[in-house]
């Protein structure tokens, strides 16, 4: 029994170490984030060769693209463990963004794995610094730099690429004005009998643009006309001078010509730091793994998988982070908000998850939507979309003063963004009486609104301040005044002098969630009578239209702006002519001449009279 023993637990052994899982290591830089299982030596070329690549397009190429987390690498040792992970049968190495994270993924390292990882590297760094390509372009440029090689302090870029020139001499050639047009759903971008054309000219034609003597010094301006929003045929013509058919006679000839080669450029490069090969968390390779493997039609397998890493590690935010994100995507948003809470409280700093909780929860649970954008800001204080959210939360939660202090930061918005920006803080600042400051952001509000509705919203708050100032220079009420008339003895009002006071500030709302009361109709002209005749009161106005009648429902309760004095006791009949805007609502009932309800009255001077 011993040895029948001794051999079985020999053979666990064996078996064990032949079927071990690979060995994982970790090589991070402040730019990349490798993750391996293909040894130490290859690790490091891929690690250097990866800096070298940033290196060249952080200076050769523009300038530094905008700061994100490190790149991650996950980078293969053998064939059998890249194959589950696979993006499909053909790909040896693949881009994808995942869980907010830049993931490039190396099936093997060899020498024909990095073209097709720079080829991937070139969309990640056009999406950074925020190029918008039309495919032919984006195809196109990534195919140029896949040839990209470094010697020394040298970069050899554009190299004949032998395949696509092969293609090119031998298919059919597809009108420029075809590939330029064609769009993400377009059939030659998206089926294969036909996607090559594109791929092949616009690979052509970008390294004409780029690198040619002729078509380079104005490539630069060319992209700007294409951020724009500038087709390709017209960014062509227009920049280069040229119809589209001289334009692609000029790309034929350099196909068949002697000028179609690479272009050296000379750039002190940057390989990075010698980091130490560390040996990595398998909990962090498992999460790397999942992420790669978590898939669309797989959410029960990710859910158990994830379980089982909660299970693992009860102190990681991440597996909640992703199963909030699968519970969202079944439509279960309180597990998703569940989930995403115990993420925060394990003290997740995913930007992602952080906007997505923030926003998510906005409403629901303010308290936690401001620790998640707080969050997010201390380590992207540069977000002023998240600015913007965090403000408007803070706005409806009553809490002026902080929402300035959040916007406080920001010293450039987009147009899209300025009138948001500017109507927070208007609201804010009346919220804490800051009449002044107030003014001179409605100004602004007012200033960058592009729609008619919002331009509106913005002149009403105006007008209050208008009043709200007029208010406060007016001299209070003299003691002295005259005393109203004796009351009748059945202590009834008497109608025949209604006393108007005016009108009190109506309170500051927060802009959006809270927006301020839509203006109403209003009608300028001259009052000349308050007419007392029926059961009901009127002011009579003299107007463009000829004269009007407004119904005076309870003096008690009308508005009135831009009195000299404090009140104003009005008789009835004929009044001395004075320039006023009443804003109205329109009658329950219908009576000839009457126009509606009066809600507010206001004086203006004669010069203002519209």
């Keep these: 029994m011993r040895k029948i023993l001794s051999f079985a637990g020999l053979m666990m052994v064996l078996s064990s170490a032949h079927g071990a899982d690979p060995k994982w290591i970790r ?25 070298r690549v940033h290196s060249f397009f952080d200076q050769g190429a523009g300038g530094p693209s905008q700061k994100r987390e490190p790149v991650r690498v996950i980078v293969f040792g053998s064939p059998k463990e890249y194959e589950q992970y696979r993006f499909n049968t053909i790909a040896v190495a693949y881009y994808t963004h995942i869980a907010a994270r830049d993931y490039i993924v190396l099936g093997s ?110 490539f630069r301006q060319f992209l700007g006309e ?22 692609e006679k000029d790309l034929q000839m350099y196909l068949n010509g002697n000028s179609f080669i690479a272009k050296i450029f000379t750039v002190k490069l940057q390989s990075g730091e010698r980091v130490a090969p560390e040996s990595a968390s398998m909990f962090d390779v498992k999460l790397a793994l999942f992420d790669l493997a978590n898939r669309p039609g797989r959410e029960a397998e990710a859910r158990d998988r994830l379980k089982e890493l909660i299970g693992e590690n009860q102190k990681r935010p991440e597996p909640h982070v992703a199963l909030a994100y699968i519970a969202a995507r079944d439509g279960q948003r309180a597990d998703a908000v569940k989930a995403f809470e115990e993420a925060l409280t394990l003290g997740s700093r995913d930007p992602q998850m952080l906007w997505d909780y923030g926003r998510m929860v906005g409403e629901s649970n303010p308290p936690q939507a401001m620790l998640a954008l707080r969050t997010l800001l201390a380590d ?28 406080g930061p920001v010293k450039k918005v987009t147009p899209k963004d300025a009138p948001r920006f500017f109507q927070i803080l208007a609201f804010a600042n009346l919220e804490i009486g800051n009449a002044q400051a107030a003014r001179a952001h409605v100004q602004r509000w007012i200033e960058n609104s592009q729609e008619a509705d919002e331009k509106t919203e913005a002149e ?111 008789s009835c009949g004929p009044q001395k002519p004075a320039a006023v805007r009443i804003e109205y609502d329109p009658p329950s009932v219908r009576s000839p001449g009457v126009m509606g309800i009066a809600r507010a009255l206001h004086f203006e001077a004669e010069a203002d009279k519209r």
């Excluded at 490798?34 to 891929?46: F, H």
């Design 226 to 247: 294409l951020q724009k929003g500038t087709s390709s045929q017209k960014a062509l013509e227009g920049v280069y001078g040229k119809p589209l058919e001289a334009i």
């Design 460 to 570: 009403r708050v105006l007008h209050y301040l208008d009043a709200k100032e007029a208010d406060a220079a007016r001299p209070k009420i003299s003691s002295a005044a005259p005393p109203p008339p004796p009351r009748p003895r059945d202590d009834t009002d008497d109608v025949s002098h209604p006393k108007l006071t005016h009108a009190e500030a109506p309170p500051s709302a927060p802009p959006q969630s809270m927006p301020v009361t839509p203006a109403m109709p209003s009608i300028s002209g001259t009052l000349v009578a308050l007419d007392c005749q029926g059961s009901r009161l009127k002011f009579v106005l003299q107007t463009e239209r000829g004269r009007v009648s407004f119904i005076l429902e309870d003096p008690t309760k009308m508005q009135i702006f831009g009195l000299p004095e404090g009140t104003i006791d009005m």
């Design 109 to 218: 390292v060899n020498d024909n794995v990095f073209p097709i990882a720079v080829h991937e590297y070139v969309h990640l760094v056009t999406q950074n610094v925020g190029l918008k390509l039309p495919p032919w372009l984006s195809e196109g440029m990534a195919e140029v730099y896949s040839t990209l090689r470094t010697t020394g302090e040298k970069v050899i870029v554009g190299t004949p690429i032998l395949a696509r020139m092969q293609a090119l001499s031998r298919e059919k050639w597809v009108p420029l004005s075809i590939i330029l047009a064609a769009d993400h759903d377009s059939a030659y971008y998206n089926e294969k009998s036909k996607a090559g054309s594109l791929y092949n000219e616009g690979w052509a034609l970008a390294h004409m643009l780029e690198l040619s003597p002729s078509y380079s010094p104005s």
């Design 27 to 51: 090589m991070p830089s402040a730019d990349f984030e490798i993750y391996s299982s293909a040894g130490e030596g290859d690790t490091r070329r891929v690690l250097q060769y990866f800096e």
């Design 380 to 407: 992207q204080p540069d977000r002023v979309e998240a600015r913007l959210v965090l403000a408007q939360i803070q706005m409806n939660g009553k809490l002026a003063k902080e929402a300035i202090e959040t916007l």
